[in-house]
């Protein structure tokens, strides 16, 4: 067993096989550490999230090691079966690259039964292993920014379906009109760990059958339109309600999310007198524009944006920022693109009215949990405010909002993989300037330099990631997740952006550069008793 630094509270425990790993994790499960928070099992490791103020991770990696030699027992799951179009973008090459012909790649994909051995990447996506080993492939190269839900695709020793559109790096061979997550079902996820999996070949016309007869419900999670509330007139780019997040929750293959910029979120809700965990509105750079229905107290926070209130006698009213600001009925709030910074957050006393799905109201973009989008048209109610807080003076934040073209700089843990990249690559990595891109989102930004070299070219089996965690792919060029992260993945991460960092990275917006200065270098963490564990593997 290895033990991989990630960030104060988070370890990634190594082991030899899927079998050891999920051992272990049966283990774990049936004899808890005091002070383990949460654990994401993968292919080969457990990424354990624990409180470090409390469990040191000496006594952690000690209290591991002791139930290495665990027996796990598990009765057989049921079956679940699977139609499949057979039509994939990549199937014709994964038919070259394995020197079979189509027919025969459909063969060894339908030709078994499959297993769930864990959960993770997206709520509903299930690692499925046991497959025929004729159709072990590579990842892609550069993984696709956008996968249509409904993909079949395969991976190394693994097959998987995408229960959602989202990014992605396995080669897809189909799809399937079967849905993998919905919330209306119970268990929401179709595949649970342990299950068993059989696909079968369809027709477009049967696809087309099944489709009709197994579409999603829609999302449970309303937004309340009635009494006082706020009308969304204009919003080029989504207006999100967004909250603190869903803490605890990866064993449903859901991420925190929440608020990406924490800070201003929180200081948005205490400006207008509020518990800092009600809902408010996440703006994009894009701006909006909101009409007021019934009286209110709103403020603004995060990114600096001209903002005014135009009144129903045809006064225009300067907002400042970070400043608790009466609304009147009719009275329009236009909130302008931010100069600098990325996301805006508009928070009004007593909240945004929400129903809740898994203890949050949070909109996750990459699971799609939560409210949808708020577009031109819409309208969301402002819940009662039934306790009364102090409102605070205003006050003036030192929070920093990059511009493009300059040079911000993030503190990072290097690890879990920074030994799969050579000393050149280590050096590049923390010595240039990265551009980042116009691909970014909540999910994570693209950045761009010279590309990192790695010593070990192997496929990476799949494994937990972090927000704030730097993935390197194939392509060199890496990828810095953000709070609608995916919760495993299959590239390596060089290093993890330090927690007090996070909200400064959602800060950084297209066209500006990111230097990251490393304040741990990489180390394996010593085992206790080492031998002994050597001889248990």
Known sequence: MRVLPMRDGHLLFELESLEKTL????????????????????????????????????????QVQNRLSSEASSQPGPIVDIPVLYDG????????????????????????????????????????????ETLSVPRRTSPRTHVPAGSVAIAGEFSGVYPKASPGGWQLIGRTPIPMFDLAREP????????????????????????????????????????????????????????????????????????????????????????????????????????????S???????????????TNGDMIEVELAKATALNDEDRLTIAPPAQGMRSYLAIRGGFAASSIIDSAARDTLAEIGPAPLKAGDRISIAPADNAFIVPAPTKTEDAHPKAGETVELDVVMGPRTDWFTSEAIQSF??????????????????????????????????????????????????????????TGGYPVIGNVAEYHLDLAARVPPGARIRFRAIEAFHELPLPNKHIAEHQQ
């Open 23 to 62: 051992a272990l994790h049966a283990a774990l499960e049936a004899s808890p550490i005091e002070g383990v928070r949460e654990i994401i099992p993968a292919a080969r490791t457990l990424m354990i999230a624990f409180d470090h103020l409390v469990l040191p991770s000496a006594s952690l990696i000690e």
């Open 188 to 295: 929401a996820s179709l595949l649970q760990p342990g299950y068993r999996v059989k696909f079968w070949q369809i027709s477009l016309e049967e696809f087309e059958e099944f489709q009709t007869a197994h579409k999603p419900s829609p999302s449970p999670v309303s937004l309340e339109t009635s009494g006082p509330c706020l009308e969304v007139l204009t919003a080029p780019l989504p207006v999100l309600l967004q909250d603190l997040g869903r803490k605890g929750k990866a064993s449903l293959g859901v991420s925190v999310s929440g608020a990406a910029d924490r800070a201003a979120f929180r200081q948005a809700n205490r400006t207008v007198g509020n518990p800092i965990n009600l809902p408010a509105l996440e703006i994009s750079p894009a701006g909006a524009v909101f009409k007021a229905v019934g009286e």
């Open 430 to 487: 923390l010595s240039q300037d990265w551009l980042v891109t116009p691909q970014a989102s909540r999910v994570g930004i693209r950045l761009e330099g010279t590309p990192l070299t790695r010593s070990i070219t192997a496929e990476l089996p799949s494994e937990a990631t972090l927000h704030g965690a730097i993935q390197v792919p194939a392509s060199g060029q890496p990828v810095l997740f953000l709070v609608d992260h995916p919760l």
């Open 89 to 132: 973008e990549d199937l014709k090459d994964v038919a070259a690259l394995l020197n079979l012909s189509v027919d025969e790649i459909i063969a060894c994909h339908t030709g078994s039964d499959l297993k769930v051995a864990f959960t993770g990447f997206a709520p509903g996506f299930a690692y499925l292993s046991g497959g025929d």
């Open 297 to 311: 107290v709103i403020a603004i926070t995060g990114a600096p944006v001209m903002a005014r209130i135009e009144a």
